[in-house]
């Protein structure tokens, strides 16, 4: 091996640490930009999800919706026959725990026959009086009175 060849490995090799060490360097500043980007990005997220939290919180007095809600409809003039049936309802919350809220219910919507007959009508609203259902199954109806509830608890009203 020549003497300059020589000189271009002792000066390769020497070089090849500070390289290194100049992209440990800009990896640690990145690694830093990246924390502050995720933790602004993480609050972001909390705030959003306090939002939305507050968006669909679940009040006593507001409307709800309960699709597809089973009934068991056993016909005891007919050999106790059980018809299942699936009816939409609209309740009104009255009150509320962790994870159920208790309901009335307003008015409904049947598919079927048995849910349109007018003489089965009080007998299907009379079932879901005073009912506690998980939150999950209900979807609150946002009009008028849930956004005016939201801005009196924003005022601490």
Known sequence: MDNHTFQNIILFLSLTPLALLAVIVFLF?????MKLQISELNEKV???KNSKKNLVKFYIGAKALLNDYGLVHTNSLNNNIKTNISIDYEVEIVDISETQIKVRAIDFKGNDSFSRDPKMRQ????FLQDTWVNKSTAELVLDESHNRQIKLEELGI
């Open 123 to 126: 007998s299907i609203l009379s």
């Open 29 to 33: 500043i990145d690694r830093k930009k």
């Open 46 to 48: 909390k705030s959003e």
